[in-house]
């Protein structure tokens, strides 16, 4: 049996599950679910949460190189679960999956591992932290320091980076409601990061700068059983504020939405539905779906009101959940730099 075979076998329950990301919303039977007003333990909460079905560690980061050019940078681990409950060894339900990306206006590189939980070749610790797949790894004495390693085919980087301020908890205290019916997360983020380090590709290395955002997410069942997917949105500003903000896209064409507009020190307003409003401008034809890049991005309340384009309109994740994911410019009321992510298109 070859491997991609094997791994395929090993796989498609989490690809049934989240074929079109619209299987999030189905049953969660026998897994924990999340409840309003949670109370988070550190560090044991940077790690794995084995008895909800999805979770994630989301790094992105938006970097400058010595010539002023942009790039952009991607660093997940996903754990899902194929049932509720662990085990050991290859008894384990747990299956890890990895994803890392670079962008740049003219390119979009990608590369994807997969693991399988309970035989150490993925995971995530706490003390010292450390989180990994193979040779990528997110790693520190805690999660205010880390490394970032990982490599593909055609990139590489090793990166430094160091929390310039607090975590950041979205919805009500990192409850974060997800649909009408009460879908929900635990969700916070590390938007403060400084990143450096060097960039490989192949034209050569590259030394960059920048700033990341760390996102946490987990849950059992994160959508509604009449959303598709959605459209996330993590914006830095140049005066210092920041913004996260998403749409849920639903069967009734009225998307749900969220977010979280976040103070230079660190101080949240959250932005209940209806607050932050998401409209596509412009679309591009990218792996056979029209895809919106350019966005206009408002939250009237706080006046803000910005146009979101993206740098390469063709940041396709071309992995076995496809959607699309890359760094945006922003401008108008605000300016600065972040991510875009795209699930759910067909």
Known sequence: MNVRLLVCLILFPVWA??????????????????????????????????????????????????????????????????????????????????????????DHHVAERFARGGIGQAGVRVDPFEAWIDDWQMAGPDLDDLTLRASGAEFAYDMRLQAKGPLVFHGEGGYSIKSDAGQASYYYSQPFYTISGTLSLPQGDVAVSGHAWLDREWSSQPLADDQSGWDWFSLSFQTGEKLMGFRLRQANGNPFTSGTWIAPDGQTTNLPDGSFVATPLETNRVAGRNLPTRWRVTVPELRVDVTVTALNPRAWMAVSLPYWEGPVNARGSHVGQGYLEMTGYE
């Open 17 to 106: 599950m989240a074929q079109g990301f619209a299987g999030l919303g189905s049953d969660a039977e026998g897994f924990a679910q999340t409840q309003p007003l949670p109370q988070f333990v550190f560090p044991k909460d940077h790690g794995p949460h084995p008895a909800y079905r999805i979770e994630w560690w989301y790094l992105t980061a938006n970097l400058t190189g010595p010539d002023g050019t942009q790039y952009g940078l991607q660093w997940t681990l996903f754990r899902s679960a194929l049932a509720p409950g662990d085990g050991e060894g290859w008894s384990t339900p747990q299956i890890w999956f990895g994803h890392a990306a670079v962008t740049t206006a003219q």
